[in-house]
């Protein structure tokens, strides 16, 4: 196949889908700024071929390139909206919060086309799963409300116990850096970025390498939608500019989705680690293990799905399958057909599949994993098409025979590549996923009630969630997601992301006449915007 035949023209692209130009800008400070700072261009990761025949990257614009000063100034914004603790969006009822982000959701959903586009051209995403994105996204807003107003009924009930009465609400954390990943830029960012919003912090949203432009179509909607300073919204080199703003110790909670290192370099550098919270998402290396009684219909779709889906580019793919030996030989023939047949191409192409990777170095480092696979004894399990690229699109790899010192069984490979190791008994997988340094989930295919069994409790105190004949995955929202040892700190589903991002606090008083006077005085009168009653219909 050729670089023609695989990705085409510009001409080739749908009209309608045809990257427009972007100038991006910032949020600091309730004001949208498109000056005072470098740029740097965008180009997409998708290549079309020019009229000689050459592939090239179009520019889709530029993007604010934010010096430390810059980003500084944008924490400044939120540390001033914060006021510690006593500004007016932290000290807010839950009812305004809750209207200001249900602004947001209705000014945001006309801006779905241009996100949708830009969601394509800047990290390659299918047209389909872009669209699922941006709707999932407003889907997560609206169950995000309705689990803010059901925290709020159960909040305003007075408790008397021992003596006293209390009421027990839950109260914002501070200034908040949230850090999205690449994948899902918008609906992974969103995740911490809405929650941590609407319990009454302020936010800092540092936006990730690859895909960054669609940001701009929605800052008019956080503008008008929140108080100035409660949102900034802000580019550049990450590991230039967040240094100092957490080593000054202005930001107070750290929401990242992304890499365990990038999130030790920032949590360490805090000079009050007891004190800085953390919500993160982190690396995995999410099994997928293959009974030896296990539907091969199922287990070959699911895990298709499971670990290619978007590339592999997802946390909870499934990053590495264990086949029993009796069944290795039908599942390799099924699945290496199925990955073989999958459409590779550019994301507007019907029913692609497989897209281009963000970079080169990141083919390059595949690559080489499988390389090094190889040498230490793995096969190839499909030569035909596998370990092969066009430029920055690399072709589904499926090795198999893979020995458990293969640095591919150890690392998360975030791609298209599928590690397969052969076992023959419970005993040879144990040592491997207790020693694994990652805990988000696994998948598990058998039809043996006994057998399933066992490793659902081998698996449960090793990840946080264990699929049976199902591919690893984050939904529904409403399920908590999160993982054990180095995978994930904090949950994030609908309803515990709102606790994630507050602390309980409560007003108590004796429960004696007296008490109970001020209790209901405050109350009738509605004095107080926390002890309250009232409740967010």
Same mark, same amino acid.
């Given at each position: 196949m050729t670089p023609a035949n695989l990705f085409g023209t510009w001409k080739d692209v749908p009209e309608t889908l045809r990257a427009e130009s972007v100038q991006g800008r910032v949020l600091i400070g309730g004001k949208i700024l498109a000056q005072g700072f470098a740029y740097k261009p965008v180009h997409s990761i998708c290549p079309v071929v020019d009229d000689q025949g050459e592939l090239y990257f179009p520019k889709l614009g530029e993007t604010p390139n934010l010096s430390e000063s810059d980003f500084a100034s944008a924490v400044d914004a939120a540390v001033a909206a914060w006021a510690k603790g006593l500004g007016e969006w932290p000290t807010a009822r839950m009812e305004h919060r809750i209207s200001a982000l249900a602004t947001f959701r209705n000014l945001m959903i006309p801006q779905r086309e241009a996100v949708v586009r830009l969601l394509m051209w800047e990290i390659a995403k299918p047209k389909k799963d872009a669209e699922a994105e941006f709707d999932r996204t407003v889907k997560y807003l609206d169950d995000t409300i309705e689990a803010a107003k059901q925290l709020d009924r159960d909040s305003s009930r007075i408790h008397f116990a021992g003596g006293i009465m209390t009421q027990i609400r839950r109260a914002p954390l501070g200034v908040t850096l949230c850090i999205g990943p690449f994948n899902y830029p918008l609906n992974e960012t969103f995740t911490?970025?809405?929650?941590?919003?609407?319990?009454?912090?302020?936010?800092?949203?540092?936006?990730?390498?690859?895909?960054?432009?669609?940001?701009?179509?929605?800052?008019?909607?956080?503008?008008?939608?929140?108080?100035?300073?409660?949102?900034?919204?802000?580019?550049?080199?990450?590991?230039?500019?967040?240094?100092?703003?957490?080593?000054?110790?202005?930001?107070?909670?750290?929401?990242?989705?992304?890499?365990?290192?990038?999130?030790? !370099?920032?949590?360490?550098?805090?000079?009050?680690?007891?004190?800085?919270?953390?919500?993160?998402?982190?690396?995995? !290396?999410?099994?997928?293990?293959?009974?030896?009684?296990?539907?091969?219909?199922?287990?070959?779709?699911?895990?298709? !799905?499971?670990?290619?889906?978007?590339?592999?580019?997802?946390?909870?793919?499934?990053?590495?399958?264990?086949?029993?030996?009796?069944?290795?030989?039908?599942?390799?023939?099924?699945?290496?057909?199925?990955?073989?047949?999958?459409?590779?191409?550019?994301?507007?192409?019907?029913?692609?599949?497989?897209?281009?990777l963000p970079t080169m170095e990141k083919v390059r480092s595949l690559q080489s994993l499988t390389d090094a696979a190889v040498a230490a004894g793995a096969r190839l399990a499909n030569p035909g098409r596998g370990a092969r690229n066009i430029a920055n699109l690399l072709f589904p790899t499926v090795l198999s025979d893979v020995p458990l010192e293969a640095a591919i069984t150890q690392e998360e490979q975030f791609g298209p590549v599928v590690p397969v190791v052969t076992y023959e008994s419970k005993d040879q997988l144990e040592q491997y996923l207790v020693d694994s340094p990652f805990g988000m989930q696994a998948s598990v295919f058998g039809q043996d009630p006994s057998e399933v069994g066992q490793f659902i409790d081998l698996l449960s105190n090793l990840v946080c969630r264990t699929n049976i004949n199902s591919q690893c995955q984050r939904g529904p929202d409403v399920f908590p997601f999160t993982g054990r040892k180095a995978s994930a700190e904090g949950t994030l589903s609908v309803s515990d992301a709102l606790r994630c991002f507050s602390i309980r606090s409560m007003v108590a008083a004796n429960q004696d006449e007296t008490g109970k006077a001020i209790f209901r005085s405050v109350l009738d009168k509605d004095a107080s915007r926390f002890l309250s009653t009232n409740i967010v219909l």
């Open positions: 911490t970025l809405m929650p941590a919003l609407l319990m009454g912090n302020t936010v800092v949203v540092k936006i990730p390498r690859h895909g960054q432009l669609f940001w701009d179509y929605l800052l008019p909607a956080f503008k008008e939608s929140f108080p100035a300073g409660v949102i900034n919204i802000v580019n550049g080199l990450g590991r230039g500019i967040i240094g100092p703003s957490v080593q000054a110790g202005k930001i107070d909670v750290l929401a990242l989705i992304g890499s365990s290192q990038t999130a030790n !370099k920032i949590k360490q550098s805090h000079p009050r680690p007891n004190s800085f919270r953390g919500v993160l998402g982190l690396d995995a !290396k999410n099994p997928g293990i293959i009974l030896p009684d296990a539907d091969l219909g199922i287990a070959v779709r699911e895990c298709l !799905k499971g670990s290619l889906s978007f590339n592999g580019q997802r946390c909870t793919a499934l990053k590495i399958l264990f086949v029993h030996r009796s069944r290795q030989k039908e599942f390799l023939d099924r699945f290496t057909a199925e990955a073989d047949a999958l459409k590779c191409g550019l994301p507007w192409h019907e029913g692609v599949a497989i897209t281009p």
